[in-house]
């Protein structure tokens, strides 16, 4: 199976900040919904950055599709599509003008697709998109992605700030596009339900750095959550355990589930923010 996005060892250091990525490595499989998960100001968003050529890297590689891009090459770019968390088009166009105007810019772009997703979602064809709120941005925003054929959906914050009926609107077009079991999705959202509803495979960013990246459900099915003592949990051996943080005197884990762990009072991971609040908050292992 083909990656439609691999990244080895990207690399970006500002002159101006002590903020840096550093050595991030991971892909996206068809079929898959990959989430970046990660505190504010951990990189994910820097990351979506470098990925679309946005930011230059100091080091590292990105293949697209298996071939390796240079900030020169723009053919690839008609098999993605992005969403950033603010709307970027032209403030004074109307949807109808930025159908003729995307018919020219995108090579597989589908003005009849277009229409069904703009009546879809409601929104108004002959008014300024100035005019339109948050939502009704986004939903623009997410029709025009879905309109022009991409095996790769990048989304940065898409749902953020979003109701909670145009955020399920938004979530059932993101698993719509992913049924095609050729195509795929990277994303970051700080909203736990996206995560919870969409994810397949998760990367934990910390400090610019990938802390962890796991399959959703071999998380929630082969981990648990630990409460214990000090001394309780120093009977376990490194291996066992993927996060953990003291609070209040206790140590709080994210466990495997084996022969040693399964004598102690495990609990169940049941979504997503019980293992968040551990492994974005915890202590190096």
């Given at each position: 199976?083909?990656?439609?996005?691999?990244?080895?060892?990207?690399?970006?250091?500002?002159?101006?900040?002590?903020?840096?990525?550093n050595?991030?490595?991971?892909?996206?499989?068809?079929?898959?919904?990959?989430?970046?998960?990660?505190?504010?100001?951990?990189?994910?968003?820097?990351l979506?950055?470098?990925?679309?050529?946005?930011?230059?890297?100091?080091?590292?590689?990105?293949?697209?599709?298996?071939?390796?891009?240079?900030?020169?090459?723009?053919?690839?770019?008609?098999?993605?599509?992005?969403?950033?968390?603010?709307?970027?088009?032209?403030?004074?166009?109307?949807?109808?003008?930025?159908?003729?105007?995307?018919?020219?810019?995108?090579?597989?772009?589908?003005?009849?697709?277009?229409?069904?997703?703009?009546?879809?979602?409601?929104?108004?064809?002959?008014?300024?998109?100035?005019?339109?709120?948050?939502?009704?941005?986004?939903?623009?925003?997410?029709?025009?992605?879905?309109?022009?054929?991409?095996?790769?959906?990048?989304?940065?914050?898409?749902?953020?700030?979003?109701?909670?009926?145009?955020?399920?609107?938004?979530?059932?077009?993101?698993?719509?596009f992913?049924?095609?079991?050729?195509?795929?999705?990277?994303?970051?959202?700080?909203?736990?339900?996206?995560?919870?509803?969409?994810?397949?495979?998760?990367?934990?960013?910390?400090?610019?750095?990938?802390?962890?990246q796991?399959?959703?459900?071999?998380?929630?099915?082969?981990?648990?959550?630990?409460?214990?003592?000090?001394?309780?949990?120093?009977?376990?051996?490194?291996?066992?355990?993927?996060a953990?943080?003291?609070?209040?005197?206790?140590?709080?884990?994210?466990?495997?589930?084996?022969?040693?762990t399964?004598?102690?009072?495990?609990?169940?991971?049941?979504?997503?923010?019980?293992?968040?609040?551990?492994?974005?908050?915890?202590?190096?292992?």
């Open positions: 199976m083909t990656p439609l996005l691999s990244v080895h060892h990207l690399t970006k250091q500002f002159s101006n900040s002590r903020f840096s990525i050595d991030v490595s991971f892909q996206v499989d068809p079929g898959e919904i990959v989430a970046l998960i990660g505190k504010n100001g951990s990189g994910k968003s820097t979506i950055r470098m990925i679309v050529g946005d930011y230059p890297l100091t080091s590292g590689e990105i293949y697209f599709f298996s071939q390796r891009v240079s900030p020169e090459d723009t053919a690839y770019k008609n098999d993605i599509s992005v969403v950033f968390d603010s709307m970027n088009f032209t403030k004074n166009m109307t949807v109808d003008k930025l159908n003729r105007m995307f018919q020219k810019v995108f090579r597989h772009f589908d003005s009849t697709l277009f229409n069904d997703y703009i009546q879809r979602f409601e929104l108004p064809e002959k008014q300024a998109v100035k005019f339109f709120s948050r939502g009704m941005s986004m939903k623009l925003s997410m029709a025009v992605a879905l309109s022009h054929k991409s095996r790769l959906l990048i989304l940065d914050e898409a749902t953020a700030g979003l109701d909670a009926a145009s955020r399920d609107e938004i979530q059932d077009e993101i698993e719509k992913v049924h095609d079991s050729n195509r795929g999705v990277l994303m970051t959202s700080h909203i736990a339900e996206d995560i919870d509803r969409l994810a397949t495979k998760l990367v934990f960013l910390r400090h610019g750095q990938v802390y962890t796991i399959d959703k459900a071999a998380l929630f099915n082969n981990y648990a959550r630990l409460t214990c003592d000090e001394t309780e949990f120093e009977k376990l051996e490194d291996e066992d355990v993927l953990k943080k003291h609070h209040l005197g206790e140590v709080q884990a994210i466990v495997l589930k084996n022969e040693r399964l004598s102690f009072d495990l609990e169940p991971i049941e979504y997503i923010d019980q293992v968040n609040k551990i492994i974005l908050r915890g202590e190096d292992i």
